[in-house]
């Protein structure tokens, strides 16, 4: 079965520096991979989406993740993060196909420090 | 005009007790789910429904019980509630499978006591 591992619980950064949070990603077949953010007292959003095609996928709210096969890694990093970006962080796999289960990792607290 | 509704935001009960949470969906999606995410953050689906019919149910205790009424619906029961249900209990939908993108509702916070 695919899993995702999130290995950073926590991850302080000043405003206006860059931040990446690792995901790493287990499976023997090809596989979906997602980034969802979840703000206090919400539910989660869909930050962006690796299905197939171009490694390199980005959100409109500036933040990238690259597709690494080899490294079966899918981090997400953005230049400048914004007290706006304080936020958990859930990275997520499903195989591809219909009706496919979404597993998710435990989540990196984003904590944008003024 | 809230897209993936659940009520209620709250919930404090009392162990043995039983209580239903309420989901409803506004963007004409045919596929809806329950999450439980527990204190550590940690997100695990628990069911979901296609066009009324259960296509996933992970290893639940039956005292949890779905019901999907039509698409755009879909309620949990529980029923003697134990203190190891509490949980943020989240609702979602998606047009077709999850692994498109699913859109959650704002949880609903169980705690029994």
């Known amino acids: 079965a695919q899993s995702v591992t999130q290995l950073d619980s926590q991850v302080p950064v000043f405003e206006e520096a860059p931040v990446e949070l690792r995901c790493n990603y287990s499976?023997?077949?090809?596989?979906?991979l997602f980034w969802y953010v979840q703000y206090p007292n919400q539910g989660l959003q869909l930050l962006l989406k690796y299905l197939s095609g171009s490694t390199l996928v980005e959100s409109i709210n500036g933040f990238e993740a690259e597709f690494n096969k080899s490294q079966t890694s899918f981090h997400l990093r953005k230049p400048s993060v914004h007290i706006s970006d304080t936020a958990e962080y859930f990275c997520a796999v499903s195989l591809p196909g219909g009706y496919q289960k979404v597993t998710f990792g435990t989540g990196t607290k984003l904590q944008v420090i003024p | 005009d809230t897209a993936v509704s659940q009520t209620p935001k709250y919930l404090v009960t009392q162990m043995g007790n039983d209580k239903s949470i309420k989901c409803e969906q506004n963007l004409g999606h045919d596929t809806m789910y329950w999450y439980k995410q527990d204190s550590k953050k940690f997100l695990k689906i628990m069911f979901s429904?296609?066009?009324?019919?259960?296509?996933i149910n992970e290893t639940v205790p039956n005292r949890f019980s779905p019901k999907s009424p039509d698409k755009a619906h879909l309620n949990l029961h529980i029923n003697s509630l134990e203190l190891g249900d509490s949980a943020v209990y989240f609702c979602a939908s998606s047009k077709g499978a999850a692994n498109t993108e699913a859109f959650f509702g704002q949880g609903t916070r169980l705690t029994v006591v």
């Open positions: 429904y296609n066009n009324k019919e259960l296509i």
């Open positions: 499976s023997s077949v090809s596989v979906y």
